[in-house]
Nanobody, 111 residues
Framework: QVQLVESGGGEVQPGGSLRLSCTAS????????MYWYRQPPEKQREWVAT???????NYTDSVKGRFTISRDNAKKTGYLHMKSLKPEDTAVYYC?????WGQGTQVTVSS
């Protein structure tokens, strides 16, 4: 079983930036796609971005051009770089690999 630990959340003003990290235990990280999801307050969890084993990326429309997903296989760590943050980006953000979820990290965008 893979353990995932997210970090990097916090509170920022609209227009600000954050970088989320997700570090995995075990040896499967480099062999698996990685996903970021988020759960806004009182809403269902939603997919945000995917990065394949080879580095191909996909994003939900609402974050295209603002968020960048990346990975460092040597460090077993994935990232979500977020810029031009909006209040509607407020959510708990989760990484997901091979059926495993992290504990989530809170991102709050507020003036």
């Amino acid at each position: 079983q893979v353990q995932l630990v997210e970090s990097g959340g916090g509170e920022v003003q609209p227009g600000g930036s954050l970088r989320l990290s997700c570090t995995a235990s075990g040896s499967i990280f480099s062999f698996s796609p990685m996903y970021w999801y988020r759960q806004p307050p009182e809403k269902q969890r939603e997919w945000v971005a995917t990065i394949s084993r080879g580095g191909s990326t996909n994003y939900t429309d609402s974050v295209k051009g603002r968020f960048t997903i990346s990975r460092d296989n040597a460090k077993k760590t994935g990232y979500l770089h977020m810029k031009s943050l909006k209040p509607e980006d407020t959510a708990v953000y989760y990484c997901h690999i091979m059926g495993n979820w992290g504990q989530g990290t809170q991102v709050t965008v507020s003036s």
